[in-house]
T-cell receptor, first 114, second 111 residues
Framework: DTAVSQTPKYLVTQMGNDKSIKCEQNLGHDTMYWYKQDSKKFLKIMFS???????INETVPNRFSPKSPDKAHLNLHINSLELGDSAVYFC?????????????FGPGTRLTVL | SQQGEEDPQALSIQEGENATMNCSYKTSINNLQWYRQNSGRGLVHLIL?????REKHSGRLRVTLDTSKKSSSLLITASRAADTASYFC???????????FGTGTSLTVIP
């Protein structure tokens, strides 16, 4: 009964490809997030969704597009992958919005772009 | 960059000793949170302290917050080998729409 799950765990792909990472939470939370952690372990917020609406969109390239079919799912689609996209991507969720509550993180997806 | 700074970057101690990590940040905050990340795993929430609180405890963890100095500390008492991990602080802004992680402290507890 994993709270926040992500698939796949590992993703290796060629430059220029399009890929998606899926995220699901079974906590009944209203807000979900995507984070990127680079090779130096720096974590940066990418997107936040509250009740299927995008409420924060940090300055990430528009090749990244979050899609939320319902409030339990927030998928990340990446077009035209670049070498610099290699990182670990974490999904998270929280009951409240605005970063005022505890966030629960998924196990991460390690993306390697060759 | 708005990212917080953590000090030290790396800390190695013997089992049973206490470990103290510090976090400094730059902007006014609503809350500050501490997370643990084991190697190759996701982040696990440890403690959330709000801007009007000065100290909080949870088991062997003690967190302090000094908003005048824009700093926080995490103390782990009687450390165990299982505490080996990276520890991150994260700050939520007053506006409610910004969240920044610190640079992390890598803690190694030697059995």
């Amino acid at each position: 009964d994993t709270a926040v799950s992500q698939t796949p765990k590992y993703l290796v792909t060629q430059m220029g490809n399009d890929k998606s990472i899926k995220c699901e939470q079974n906590l009944g939370h209203d807000t979900m997030y995507w984070y990127k952690q680079d090779s130096k372990k720096f974590l940066k917020i990418m997107f936040s969704y509250n009740n299927k609406e995008l409420i924060i969109n940090e300055t990430v390239p528009n090749r990244f597009s979050p899609k939320s079919p319902d409030k339990a799912h927030l998928n990340l689609h990446i077009n035209s992958l670049e070498l610099g996209d290699s990182a670990v991507y974490f999904c998270a969720s929280s009951g409240g919005q605005g970063f005022t509550d505890t966030q629960y993180f998924g196990p991460g997806t390690r993306l390697t772009v060759l | 960059s708005q990212q917080g700074e953590e000090d030290p970057q790396a800390l190695s101690i013997q089992e049973g000793e206490n470990a103290t990590m510090n976090c400094s940040y730059k902007t006014s905050i609503n809350n500050l949170q501490w997370y643990r990340q084991n190697s190759g795993r996701g982040l696990v929430h440890l403690i959330l302290i709000r801007s009007n609180e000065r100290e909080k405890h949870s088991g062997r963890l003690r967190v302090t917050l000094d908003t005048s100095k824009k700093s926080s500390s995490l103390l782990i008492t009687a450390s165990r080998a299982a505490d080996t991990a990276s520890y991150f602080c994260a700050t939520g802004s007053n506006t409610g729409n910004q969240f920044y992680f610190g640079t992390g402290t890598s803690l190694t507890v030697i059995p």
